[in-house]
């Protein structure tokens, strides 16, 4: 329960000289009534001019609603800033049936400044009206950006207003400063809840239609106040109509009456259905806070029409692309008629023909089987006179094997008999067709006589260019084909062929695999006989060495398939296709092979991934057939690449496919990335805002230093979404550029109290100024991020910003110069002003 005894929630308070009440003495001075709303009455206090009170009526609140209500309360008193309204305490009545919030006085508000000028019927300058919606669009960034934990203890990200209209902007009396009031609804944009608090002619489309309540809505609020400065009355969306017949597709908003060219093109950006569409507070801010309002009115005109000229380049881009499509499908329907005409008219000439071709397949199956019966009994015959020549062979052999012995045994010493029976053996070493006795022992594994041979009739041929090695790969005599490897592999016969395709095409895979690593064998980059075959387009050795090497891979990961398709053999992919790539679809087939017309049959397959986790496209990137990559992720007609939505997605693997064909691309409309709108941004600049670490591993060599349409880098991005690990890899790369205001990657570390990004950034941007002359440590300041502005005062305490500052109603502009530590005392933070007086 919040304290009775009038205790204040915010000690630091009480040395800037205000007051602490307790109940009785506020009940004494209590003073006259200065304005009645919906929960309360707001009266003076008597002897203090600069301050008043808020009576909250607690009765009929649940629990519930009333604990929501007194955290809620407590909040606001530690809200600081210039242009919202400082709560410095709250009482609750001995019976709990009223709050007292003790607030600063001010003597008017917006909607009585209004009233003035509507009843002189006296136009609000266009300067006046730019300057108070500058001075309410830094307390909604404030706000919008205020961080803290909700009654449940849930941390939240950002306030929303909920009832922004001219009657809770309370004006000073000189009419220069304007502060936010009324926050009894405002509840944390992360809940978005559906509580209708406001006024039903400031909420936005969403809050009538959904209950929604965003920061988005408190943008249109303001659009509203805005359209009501600028014409001295509201605007009249609905014309009495309900919400939901009125804000449908398509809906823009009557201007007309709003004559300023500059208000007008803000009002146009605001009012939009779309929340996320909409400016955020802290766009708005960067907009206003340039002096010159025609200037900036003409660079908002210039680029709003930049963007309307884009979407018409891209949409007439588009409409050419599919008329392209169209032209090209019509073509290959008529081809497809005709072809399909000519089939069917094959197709009845053939079926006259195959009766006739029956009767006579009949007549032939009666003399093949009379042939066959007769090649039968001549076969038998063959056979038993082959039997006959294997065992004269046979002998032959043994006589032979005798003889060797027996030249072996005398081979020293040259004597008589030695010589009869090398002359007695060397007329049947070679018969007429050149085989000789090595060939023969080889062919039947005589190991024995294949050692005694060697020295004499290794390397010899026969007619067909055949040696014993050959022989023994075809007969799959394994020992042999060891034992001659040494001296007789890498010899090719007359057809060109070796012992390994001899081997293969007997279908010995044993002897196959003792003989490839001597004839054909893997290289230092993993490539195997079957992918140089494949290579080189070699359908039968392909065919011979698929059972032996199929789905090995080389060490870059590719199959002999994917060696085919790199050389464009299509014949040989197919044959290899259902061996290595059976996960494959046609589509990847088509991407890999650039075959268009095959990829549009099967564009359903897109989205499918094979074995090794690619996609089609992915294939075709890697492949370098940009035609079809357009064709599985086109361009759209915002200028977004396959490679930027990769890129968005964190797919590493698409995203290193992509780069060669689409790198260093920008977009030529608006993304939206957790409600941040990119405008002409790059893949890099998207994988930055994601936080795809890896990604911007990839893309940093590729697209650094590149800028979108408000001059923000990918660095940039990184900064303001929080993202450490990109900003390390960004920091060498894009350290020290500026988007179009003069910001840095390190101002918007400060503003967002990240200190380790600071740290990451000071080096290297620390003493940059923006457009509006403000260091990084000035904008800590003005955000109340006292770690920061420790960490940057050394090396920026120093420096003084210099601005031209208009006053209302006076001609010429002042000249003024401020140091960090005026801004801290104007932003009245005890803590930072002690730190840059030298003390903590």
């Known amino acids: 329960m919040i304290d009775k005894d009038a205790h204040t929630l915010d000690p630091p308070l009480k040395r800037l000289g205000v007051p602490v009440f307790d109940l009785g003495e506020l009940r004494e001075r209590e ?89 002189r019927k006296e136009p609000v300058p266009t300067e006046m009206t730019v300057a108070l919606a500058a001075q309410i669009v830094s307390a909604l960034v404030y706000l919008h950006g205020f961080c803290g934990t909700d009654v449940d203890g849930r941390p939240y990200q950002g306030v929303v207003h909920r009832d922004l209209k001219p009657a809770n902007i309370l004006v000073s009396e000189d009419g220069n400063r304007v502060v936010l009031a009324d926050f009894g609804l405002c509840r944390s944009a992360m809940t978005s809840g559906t509580t209708r608090a406001g006024s039903p002619a400031y909420m936005a489309p969403e809050t009538l239609l959904e209950g929604k309540a965003t920061p988005a809505s408190d943008i249109w609020a303001l659009g509203v106040i805005i359209y009501e400065l600028a014409t001295l009355k509201r605007p009249n969306f609905l014309e009495g109509k309900e919400p939901k017949d009125v804000f449908i597709n398509g809906w823009k908003p009557d201007l007309s009456d709003v004559k300023n060219d500059f208000i007008r093109a803000i009002l146009e950006r605001i009012f939009v259905l779309n929340p996320e569409e909409r400016p955020t507070a802290r766009d708005l801010c960067k907009l206003l806070r340039v002096s010159d309002v025609s200037v900036v009115g003409m660079k908002l005109r210039v680029m709003m029409l930049e963007e309307a000229l884009n979407k018409a380049n891209g949409r007439i881009a588009s409409l050419e692309r599919e008329l392209q499509t169209k032209s090209s499908d019509i073509c290959a329907l008529k081809n497809t008629i005709t072809t ?14 195959k009766s006739n071709k029956i009767n006579a397949l009949e007549q032939q199956l009666a003399r093949a089987i009379e042939a066959l019966e007769k090649k039968t009994r001549q076969r038998e015959t063959e056979m038993d006179q082959q039997l006959a020549q294997v065992r004269a062979e046979a002998d032959q052999h043994k006589k032979e094997l005798e003889a060797l012995k027996l030249a072996n045994e005398h081979a020293d010493k040259h004597d008589e008999k030695a010589s009869r029976v090398e002359k007695a053996l060397t007329p049947e070493v070679v018969d007429d067709s050149g085989v000789t006795a090595l060939m023969k022992a080889a062919a ?95 359908v039968e050795a392909v065919r011979l060495l698929i059972p032996l090497q199929k789905e090995i891979k080389d060490k870059y990961g590719n199959t002999a398939f994917v060696h085919a398709l790199k050389n464009k053999h299509i014949d040989v992919a197919t044959l290899l296709r259902k061996h290595e790539a059976p996960s494959w679809t046609l589509l990847m087939y088509a991407a890999a092979t650039g075959d268009i017309e095959l990829a549009k049959s099967h564009l359903s397959d897109k989205d499918k ?53 689409q790198k260093g691309k920008k977009m030529i409309g608006d993304a939206y990335i957790n409600g941040l709108r990119i405008s002409n941004g790059t893949a890099l600049m998207m994988a930055a805002a994601h936080g795809h670490t890896e990604v ?26 929080g993202h450490t690990d990109c900003i390390k890899l960004l920091v060498e790369k894009e350290a020290g550029m500026r988007d179009n ?39 800590a300041i003005k955000s109340n991020n006292v770690d920061c502005v420790r960490l940057l005062a050394k090396k920026e305490g120093h420096i003084k910003r210099t601005y031209k500052r208009d006053n209302i109603g006076y001609s010429s502009a002042q000249t003024c110069t401020e140091t960090a530590l005026d801004i801290a005392k104007a932003n009245r933070c005890k803590a930072i002003i002690a730190i840059l007086s030298g003390g903590v």
Not at 344 to 353: A, C, G
Not at 615 to 625: C, N, P, S
Not at 703 to 716: F, N, P, R, V, W
Request: charged share 30%; aromatic share 4%; glycine share 8%.
């Open 444 to 538: 039947r594994n005589d190991v024995k006589m294949v050692r005694a041979l060697i020295p004499k009739q290794r390397n010899l041929r026969d007619g067909n260019g055949k040696t014993a090695l050959m022989y023994a790969a075809q007969r799959d005599c394994k020992e042999t084909v060891k034992i001659l490897l040494e001296y007789e592999k890498r010899i090719r016969d007359n057809q060109n062929h070796n012992a390994l395709y001899h081997a293969l095409k007997s279908g010995h895979m044993e002897v196959a695999k003792v003989i490839i690593p001597h004839e054909d064998p893997t290289d230092e980059n993993g490539v195997t006989a079957l992918m140089r075959a494949a290579g080189i387009g070699d």
């Open 340 to 353: 399909q005409t000519a089939e069917i008219d094959s197709l009845k000439s053939e079926l006259k023909t």
């Open 696 to 721: 911007v591993k990839l893309l940093v060599e590729h697209e650094s230093g590149m800028q979108d349409k408000y001059g923000k880098t990918a660095l940039i991005y990184a900064a303001e979404n």
């Open 31 to 119: 003073g006259s009534v200065l304005g009645r709303g919906a929960f309360g009455v707001v009266r003076s206090i008597e002897g203090y001019p600069g301050l008043a009170v808020k009576e909250i009526r607690l009765d009929g609140l649940g629990e519930s609603a009333l604990q929501s209500l007194r955290f809620e309360l407590t909040t606001l008193t530690t809200l600081t800033h210039p242009g919202i309204l400082r709560c410095h305490q709250i009482i609750e009545d001995e019976d709990g049936d009223l709050i007292h919030v003790i607030m600063d006085r001010h003597d008017t508000s917006l909607e009585t400044l209004i009233m003035k000028h509507r009843r």
């Open 609 to 661: 991934k094979n074995g090794d986790g690619d996609t089609a496209l992915m294939i075709a990137a890697r492949a370098g057939h940009e035609n079809i990559v357009k064709l599985l992720d086109p361009t759209d007609e915002r200028g977004v690449t396959a490679l930027m939505r990769a890129a968005e997605k964190g797919d590493v693997k698409a995203v290193r496919a992509l780069i060669p064909l």
């Open 741 to 779: 205001y003069g910001w840095t990657a390190l101002m918007n570390a400060a503003e967002n109290n990240n200190l380790e990004h600071v740290k990451l950034l000071l080096e290297k941007e620390g003493g940059m100024k923006n457009s509006g002359g403000y260091t990084a440590l000035m904008i």
